[in-house]
């Protein structure tokens, strides 16, 4: 699979990103992920592996999985298994994970709709996906999406519901949507 290299920024801040991101709390994902120790869990997005670390220290089988060889250098750095992919096009077979969790990232996928669709396939029955997203209904989010389309980042935001009604649509069924801060969770699982 051919990566188009839209995401070069992120090899450019790589080496940077965990000292600015990384003693963000995630607690609140982490419940809602609801992961048991043993299980397998990807960070799609994960770039290097701030989230994935904390969560594998909890005994769950974390990989990372990001279009930015930069980003995963450091996740591997870090002793994180990692797959350099998109999430338009995922290469775990279908019902085969048992947790998926996205930080901050689902707005810079280039295909969402394509992207729904293919996380919901490789979700195991019973599985749960969380996405932790910027809240577009809050004026700070506003002003972030703004200035990420000033700087050609080509990204798209989604308010939670739609963004829950995107996942629904490619098959998942609603389990939460949580404000938290300037972001929000949407929690959805499998049938």
Known sequence: MKIIPRYGHFNWIAPFY?????AMDHDA???HLAAAPGDVALDIGGGTGRVAQRLRGLGVQVIVVDPSPGMLRHARIKGLPAARALAERLPFA???IDRIYIVDAFHHFAQQKEAALDLV???RPGGRLVIEEPDLRRLAVKFVALAEKAALMQSHFYSPPALADLF??????LVAITPDRISAHVA???S
């Open 18 to 22: 965990d000292r600015v991101f990384g």
């Open 29 to 31: 994902l982490f419940a």
């Open 94 to 96: 279908g019902d085969s």
């Open 121 to 123: 396939r490789i979700l």
């Open 168 to 173: 629904i649509a490619a098959g998942a069924e």
């Open 188 to 190: 959805l699982t499998k």
